[in-house]
C-alpha cells in the first residue's frame, strides 16, 4: 500500500481537508497507533533523549493490559492520545502560568512626552532643547506643549515569550478541532464521570483553548510567534519555560520522524498487535512469564523491543504441560514455538521443540487498500469526467462561435435584401 506523504504543516495545524479522503485516514490510523504507544508507554520515554527506560517484561505486558482494559470501557468520544495531545498535556500548566503571568523585560525608547509627565531630562533632551527657538521652557516647548525624552517601560516581547507563542499556536490550531469537532461541544461537557483519564485530559486540553482569548485582551497578543534556536537564561532555567522549550523539541523530532512513521505505520500496528497477544496470553491460568528487563526501541519509525531473549521476543512458562512458550514476531509473522525439557542423563536436559505455528500479520489495512483503490477508481473517473466536460466546453465554445458568425451572415443578407429591394423599387420608379 502506498499512500502519498501530505504536507506535514497540514498535520501539524490539522488542516487536511484538501487532502484525499486515504490520506486522511491514513494520517487517523497514525493517530491512532501512537495513541495506544502514548498510552502505554509515556511514563518510560525520556523527554531529553528520545529514549525508552528499561522495564521489565511482566510490567510491560500489565502496562498493556490496563490499556485495553480502559480503552475497552471508554466512550466514543475520547480524544486520541496522539503525539500532539500528549505534548498538549504535558505543557498545559506551564503555558496557563506563563500566559497569565508572563516573564518581561525594561526597555527604554525615545518618545514625545506630555511636558507636565516628564519626570527625567538627557542629554538628547537638553540638546532638542536648546534648538529650539525662544528664551523660557514654556517658549521652547510651544505650541505641541511636549518634550522628546526618554521613555522606560516592561514588555513581554521577550525570546521566551516568543518562543511560547510559537507553540500556543501550533497546539491551539492542531487542538482546536480535536476538542471541538465540526464547531460543537464534545460529549465531555456533559460527561458525569469526570474522574475519567479522558475527561482529565479533555480538561486540560479546553485550558489551553480557552487562553486564546486571555491572549487577546493582553499585550501579549503583539508578541512575535517565533521559533527560537538557541535557549537563553529563562529556557533554559525556570520551570515553566523549559517545559515549553521541552514541547518544541517534542513537535520538532515528530516532524522530522513523522515520514518514517508514515513509511512504517503498518509494521507498527504488526508490533502492537505481537504486544495484544503477549499480553493476553499472560493472564490465562498457567502461564507465567520468563520476565527480565527489556527496552523499547523506536528509531527510524520502526519499533521493537529488545530484552535477552533478541528482538519482539518474550517467553512463557505454561505449568499445566510443563512447557516453555515462544513467542516472537519475524517480518510479518507472530511465531509460536512450544518446547519440553527432555532429560537427556541424569543432570542434563534438552530443549526439544514438540509445536510450532505462524499467524500471518500481512493482512493488516486490507480493507484499507480496498477503500483505496475505490478511490482510485473514482478519481480516475472524476478526471475522465473532468476531461469530457472540457471537450463539452470547447465544443459549445465552437457551436457558440458558429452561432455568433451565423447571426452576422444573418445580418449581411438581410441587409443585401434590403439595398436589392430599395434597387428595385428605385428601377420600377424610373421606368
Known amino acids: 500500500m502506498s499512500v502519498d506523504f501530505p504536507q506535514i504543516d497540514q498535520i501539524m495545524h490539522a488542516s487536511l481537508d484538501k487532502n484525499a479522503y486515504s490520506q486522511k485516514e491514513y494520517v487517523n490510523l497514525m493517530n491512532h497507533s501512537n495513541n495506544f504507544i502514548n498510552l502505554t508507554f509515556q511514563e518510560l520515554l525520556d523527554r531529553v533523549s528520545r529514549e525508552y527506560n528499561f522495564k521489565s517484561v511482566v510490567d510491560i505486558l500489565n502496562m498493556v493490559n490496563v490499556v485495553l482494559d480502559e480503552e475497552n470501557d471508554a466512550c466514543d468520544s475520547q480524544i486520541e492520545f496522539d503525539d500532539f495531545v500528549r505534548n498538549a498535556s504535558l505543557v498545559s500548566q506551564s503555558l496557563k502560568k506563563i500566559i497569565n503571568y508572563p516573564s518581561r523585560k525594561l526597555i527604554k525608547i525615545d518618545k514625545n512626552v506630555p511636558a507636565n509627565k516628564v519626570t527625567r531630562f538627557d542629554s538628547k533632551t537638553m540638546n532638542w532643547l536648546s534648538r529650539r527657538p525662544g528664551v523660557t521652557i514654556e517658549e521652547k ?214 509445536y510450532n505455528e505462524s499467524f500471518n500479520l500481512s493482512n493488516i489495512f486490507d480493507e484499507f487498500n480496498l477503500i483505496q483503490t475505490k478511490e482510485n477508481e473514482y478519481k480516475s473517473l472524476v478526471d475522465d469526467m473532468d476531461a469530457l466536460n472540457k471537450n463539452i466546453q470547447a465544443l459549445q465554445d465552437k457551436i457558440d462561435e458558429f452561432k455568433g458568425r451565423q447571426i452576422v451572415v444573418q445580418k449581411l443578407a438581410n441587409a443585401l435584401m434590403s439595398m436589392s429591394k430599395v434597387v428595385s423599387d428605385d428601377g420600377e420608379k424610373k421606368k
Not at 515553566?240 to 516532524?255: H, N, S, T
Not at 519509525?301 to 535477552?308: A, M, P, T
Not at 504441560?321 to 532429560?343: C, H, K, Q, R
Open 141 to 354: 516647548i510651544a505650541p505641541k506643549n511636549v518634550i522628546p525624552t526618554k521613555v522606560t517601560y516592561f514588555t513581554p516581547d521577550t525570546v521566551e515569550n516568543r518562543h511560547t507563542m510559537y507553540l500556543f499556536d501550533i497546539l491551539y490550531d492542531y487542538l482546536y478541532d480535536k476538542v471541538y469537532p465540526n464547531g460543537e461541544e464534545l460529549k465531555c461537557e456533559t460527561c458525569p464521570y469526570t474522574n475519567k483519564k479522558c475527561f482529565i485530559l479533555y480538561d486540560k486540553l479546553k485550558t489551553i483553548l480557552f487562553l486564546k482569548q486571555k491572549v487577546k485582551t493582553t499585550d501579549l497578543k503583539e508578541v512575535l510567534k517565533q521559533k527560537q534556536l538557541r535557549q537563553n537564561n529563562k529556557l533554559l532555567s525556570d520551570k515553566e519555560y523549559k517545559q515549553i522549550w521541552d514541547a518544541v523539541r517534542d513537535i520538532d523530532f515528530y516532524e522530522q520522524n513523522c515520514m518514517n512513521v508514515w513509511t512504517h505505520l503498518k509494521e507498527r500496528y504488526q508490533f502492537i498487535s505481537f504486544l495484544f497477544v503477549c499480553a493476553k496470553l499472560a493472564l490465562l491460568d498457567g502461564i507465567k512469564v520468563f520476565d527480565c528487563y527489556s527496552q523499547l526501541v523506536d528509531k527510524d519509525g520502526r519499533i521493537v523491543l529488545i530484552n535477552d531473549e533478541g528482538c519482539n521476543t518474550i517467553k512463557f512458562y505454561d505449568k499445566n504441560t510443563d512447557s516453555e512458550v515462544v513467542v516472537s514476531l519475524v517480518g510479518e509473522s507472530i511465531e509460536v514455538a512450544t518446547n519440553n525439557y527432555m532429560p537427556q542423563n541424569s543432570i542434563k536436559y534438552i530443549k526439544k521443540n514438540i
